[in-house]
């Protein structure tokens, strides 16, 4: 049977199942698609793309457009995949209009399968205006990066139990309000373990332990583009990074040395036109050719 679109309600049926969801960000087309042909479930065109591409220090600089402009590409690489669109800082926060018409124009300008909004408490709200608007969403609960600084940093969310119990009424409560899906981040395993086992949608963790229904990471983090990120959640599966910087250096070295390019990397003109040439230029006859 040829492989199908994973919908919205895939990501359901392969909760029950038990087989676990895959997800990966993308925020360019020669990625999306590579992600697409090795069979990830879902990707996410991550606000991450302000500090993984766009060199900001955080993710609250990158607005809906330049969003856009990354989902449409992840778009024209994708086939198969489930496509969430990030909404960035400040897309959703100041009012329900704002977040539904933000959210819209994920839809109608790019086609992505659904928005992924971050937080709980107040943002319920917003999330349950744009679900009603007829608007996938996606959750985001434990760090969220936009408003890392108002949690105390980069750090491990509900540690203690007062907070995770404010973490599990949030996931419920978003549950209620429509998120087909949740993301959890930085969150200890056994309170990760304990949501996705009490919510019917799928949840899918980063840095959240195996218990989750699904795993998240960001593209280059799991690739090794930036050694410099070392969190203790993340795995390297590649070392893109050495391999980039030994190609660059063979590339620089045998530009200098004159090794590249050879012959066979090169294009031939007929003597006769080569010497035509030199005689429109008023220069002297080559003395060597190069015809075929
Ligand atoms: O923006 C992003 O890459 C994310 C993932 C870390 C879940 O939100």
Do not use: W
């Amino acid at each position: 049977m040829g492989r199908k679109k994973v919908e919205l309600y895939s990501l359901a049926e392969l909760k029950r199942q038990g087989r676990k969801i895959t997800m990966l960000t993308a925020y360019d087309y020669p990625t999306a698609k590579l992600l697409d042909e090795e069979g990830i479930d879902v990707i996410l065109v991550g606000d991450s793309v302000a500090n993984v591409v766009l060199g900001y220090s955080d993710t609250r600089p990158v607005t809906v457009d330049e969003m856009l402009y990354h989902c449409k590409a992840v778009m024209r690489g994708v086939q198969y995949s489930l496509v969430i669109g990030d909404m960035p800082f400040m897309s959703f926060n100041l009012s329900q209009q704002d977040a539904v018409a933000n959210a819209g124009r994920f839809i109608k300008e790019v086609g992505v399968d659904a928005v992924k909004i971050e937080g709980g408490g107040a943002m319920v709200e917003r999330v349950a205006s744009v679900v009603q608007a007829g608007i996938p969403v996606c959750g985001h609960l434990g760090l969220t990066p936009q408003t890392a600084s108002l949690l105390g940093g980069y750090r491990v969310q509900g540690k203690m139990a007062a907070q995770a119990a404010t973490l599990v009424e949030d996931a419920i409560a978003l549950q209620d309000a429509g998120v087909f899906m949740l993301v959890l981040e930085l969150v200890p395993a056994r309170l990760a373990g304990l949501i996705a086992r009490k919510l019917e949608i799928p949840v899918i963790g980063i840095g959240a332990g195996v218990d989750c229904d699904g795993q998240v990471l960001v593209v280059h983090d799991m690739l090794g583009i930036n050694p410099a990120f070392t969190p203790k959640f993340l795995r390297r599966y590649a070392d893109l990074d050495g391999v980039i910087r030994e190609a660059v250096q063979t590339y620089r070295s045998e530009v200098v040395a004159e090794e590249y390019p050879l012959e066979d990397h090169s294009f031939t003109m007929a003597d006769e036109e080569f010497d035509h040439l030199l005689t429109l230029l008023g220069e002297a006859p080559s003395v060597d050719g190069d015809s075929d």
